[in-house]
């Protein structure tokens, strides 16, 4: 049963704790919704499922109802040892002390390794609250590193990216590599009543479901995007030459017209303006 709010203050309290807004720290509050993130993730008991974030832990019981293993990813020392304390009998749940990423673009390595584990019968997944400073760049980390399904809730402005068609305000590398990776919605919207203390914005329940169109050249294509877009005010032509890439090359591959902008295209057609510049490097120098 989800915690309330005189609960998790108490926990809090005698924790020696309060909530760090340094760490994105919002706690859900209501008992549904609770059970509906769970939901969301469409765990099976062959199912190891990620939480980061897990807070007082209200969330990570629901999870651990449902799926085989939970691996739960708390960087405050204070609620790790909350968490540590009240699932110490639950031999489904392993703890990992620390921030869910190594920097910006590397997944935390004790994580790292449990993603790297065989799972012939049952998927891996993300279930969670995540914190909002952490959300954007550990949801494609986890995508690329073979996560099957991520259920979360997120600020609604860094789910509207994930979803935004190009050409749009919230287009951008973000969507890009999201769309990409998985297909993603949103679910429904929250209201910031239902987190204690009430963040400033709304939020998002998001499911995403790994279809993976980039394997190996995921990485290099995030970079390839991120350059571009460096200069998504210019024209095709110009932003792809100011990122140092052949812009005739890839105009003339792709014949797409270099006048328009580069939030102007989908991300099926900026996977071909990447393939047309990956296959010119790819080239002996002798046939160019």
Partial sequence: MAQTKQEIEAILE?????PRHQFGQNFMIDQNLVRLVAQAGELTPRDTVIEVGPGTGTLTEELLERAGN???VEIDRDLAAVLRERFASRPQFTLIEGDGLDGKHAINSQLSAILDRPRPDGNLKLVANLPYNIAS???IELLMRGTELLAFTVQK???LRL???AGSDDYGPLSIMAQMLAKVEILRTLGPQIFWPAPRIDSALVRMRRDDRLATDARSFSRFVHAIFSYRRKTLRKAVTQ???D???VLNATQFDGSRRPEEFDPAQFKKMYDAHAKMLARPINSI
């Fill in 14 to 18: 005698q924790a020696g704790s309060r």
């Fill in 243 to 245: 990122a140092g890439f």
């Fill in 137 to 139: 760049p550990l949801i």
């Fill in 163 to 165: 979803v935004a068609p």
């Fill in 157 to 159: 402005e860094v789910a």
């Fill in 70 to 72: 939970v691996v739960a």
């Fill in 247 to 249: 812009a005739t090359h």
